[in-house]
């Protein structure tokens, strides 16, 4: 298929995408809202940016698998339209709401190239799903445990520091050390939930960044929900020692941004290792061709 | 992919899923949302009041609890003033073969009308905001005693740890007559199709326990209280199915 014959797919999708956009206009307000205005949900705002790089890192592939529109393609949209509107009224619920885009970005994908582009794009649905801002309250029940494990290895970890104590109290970690006491990440629970979702975006653009053999996204996929543990760990303590030798109030907004930061960037760095350590532990055949099952083979 | 392909998929700009698509998206974005204001107003739930009001339940109904004596030290309660709702019931309570500091426990009952309250937060949320250290949720069986509601049920139990005692809790919501454990099941009983109004209200028991030390006999007290309260609220004090049907 040449450039030309592109122009159709891409118009179309253009299209339905300022029409979903206009649909669910109200929460599209307010992902914008959050996204601009609370750091921890930013990452939301590079979704168009990675979306792009994704689809250009398969363009040969999605070029070479456009077909006809498929007929699933606007029974997922009318799913999506339906969907919002039930968790509009009679119900609400904010995030079921926001998902409403995942199942809608499906939907466009089948309507506009058929079911092979849809498996091309998949890391483009499994990204704007990730990158959905979360309401903490609807899942304290689920986090406040690993949430309060992961305050406890940091508030052991924090007290291993040369004449500091840290402990633990509700979700927040009090310390006193030998030239001040303080708190430190103070109003946790939302942070902790939110921005493990940051982390994982990452490592889902970085798996995703280019066509891999499946074997190794799996791997990867395998390996991204402990190293999302490890960087949110790692904010953690990182916070604390930021807050207790900077001696920084509790509320201070340099601490918590420099440390989810750095974890950010820890955790696209372990990700981006592990992806080449899998690279480079299989030899392609003489014959130069690729020996595994790639998404190419699978789609 | 063949010429053949390549025509069919280069031409035809208006492809009827395509077309069926974007004629749903563009319905969508013009009448959805004055349909659902429209719908809400029409069909919005309205709230009710308790048959009488909370602070009238007695001690004297619960067969094996008895007031606690005055001034006996107990665990922190959540702040009281920071419930959302002046329908609140705090009795303390005591096994009625216990004495002195033994076999304590708390019966709070808050009732909401709001049609479009988001549900307050649950223990597990709000102690936390007091400093207590959530150890463990997870579910405990309530039998409930002689009653039109059903016998059994399930609350949510979490054992906390504040400074001094472990707090253990059982709590559920009752929400128009369905008995739920989350805040969200709450939400979506609330919004459920059928009632002309609407109510919930969280029943909560709670006791201590030596810090460190099993939760399972003071989770049980709990259970207890649940299994006797719950009754007694559902038939003399919170509405009846017939009357959530009206208007």
């Known amino acids: ?299 | 992919m063949s010429s053949a392909t390549s025509k069919s998929v280069s031409r035809g700009w208006m492809q009827w899923p395509f077309a069926v698509c974007a004629g749903l998206l563009l319905l969508a974005a013009l009448g959805l949302d004055p349909l659902l204001t429209n719908l809400a107003e029409r069909y919005r739930k309205t709230s009710i009041m308790p048959r009488q009001p909370l602070a009238n339940f007695s001690a004297e109904c619960l067969p094996s609890f008895k007031p606690a004596p005055e001034g006996s030290p107990f665990i922190d309660h959540q702040s009281d003033n920071d419930v959302g709702t002046d329908d609140i019931l705090l009795l303390r309570l005591q096994e009625a073969g216990a004495d002195g500091l033994d076999g304590q426990v708390l019966l709070f009952v808050t009732y909401y009308s709001d049609p479009d309250d988001k549900v307050p937060h649950t223990p597990e949320v709000c102690y936390r905001q007091i400093g207590g250290v959530v150890r463990s949720i997870g579910s405990a069986p309530i039998t409930l005693s002689a009653s039109r509601s059903p016998k059994q049920t399930t609350a949510r139990s979490v054992v906390i740890e504040e400074p001094a005692v472990d707090a253990v809790i059982a709590y559920l919501f009752c929400t128009n007559g369905r008995f739920e454990t989350s805040r969200n099941a709450v939400r979506l009983a609330m919004g459920l199709p059928g009632d002309k109004r609407v109510y919930f209200c969280k029943i909560e028991a709670v006791t201590s326990s030596p810090r460190g030390a099993d939760a399972d006999p003071a989770m049980a007290r709990c259970r207890k209280l649940l299994g006797e309260a719950i009754p007694v609220l559902i038939n003399d004090f919170l509405p009846t199915q017939e009357d959530l049907r009206k208007r």
Not at chain 1, 40 to 68: C, N, Q, S, W, Y
Not at chain 1, 137 to 143: G, L
């Open chain 1, 1 to 299: 298929m040449g450039h030309r014959d592109l122009v159709r797919p891409i118009v179309q999708a253009i299209i339905l995408t300022v029409l979903c956009a206009c649909t669910f206009r109200s929460e599209f307000y307010k992902i914008t809202e959050q996204a601009t205005t609370m750091a921890e949900a930013g990452h939301t705002l590079a979704l168009p940016v990675m979306v792009a790089l994704l689809v250009f890192a398969r363009r040969d592939a999605i070029r070479k698998d456009i077909r006809r529109g498929s007929a699933w393609g606007p029974l997922l949209v009318a799913v999506a339209v339906l969907g919002y509107a039930a968790t509009t009224w009679p119900f609400y619920f904010g995030y079921a709401r926001r998902l409403q885009f995942v199942v809608a970005a499906a939907g466009i994908l089948l309507t506009v190239g058929g079911w092979r582009v849809l498996w091309r794009c998949a890391p483009i649905v499994i990204i704007v799903f990730v990158a959905m801002p979360i309401g903490w309250n609807s899942f304290s029940t689920f986090v406040i445990r690993p949430e309060t494990i992961t305050l406890d290895i940091a508030a052991k970890s924090l007290s291993l520091l040369p004449s500091v104590f840290v402990e633990l109290h509700g979700s927040d970690l009090h310390y006193h050390s030998s030239f001040t006491d303080g708190i430190i990440a103070l109003g946790d629970p939302h942070r902790g939930v939110v921005i493990p979702f940051a982390y994982l975006t990452i490592l889902i653009f970085v798996t995703y960044s280019r066509v891999r053999p499946l074997w190794q996204i799996f791997a990867l996929g395998v390996l991204m929900f402990p190293m999302v543990l490890v960087a949110n760990l790692s904010r953690l303590l990182l916070h604390g020692v930021l807050t207790i030798y900077g001696q920084a109030a509790p509320l201070d907004a340099w601490p918590r941004n420099v440390s989810m930061a750095a974890a950010m960037v820890l955790a696209y760095l372990i990700m981006v290792l592990c992806a080449f350590v899998l690279e480079n532990l299989v030899v392609a055949d003489d014959d130069g061709l690729p020996s595994e099952l790639t998404e190419d083979d699978a789609a």
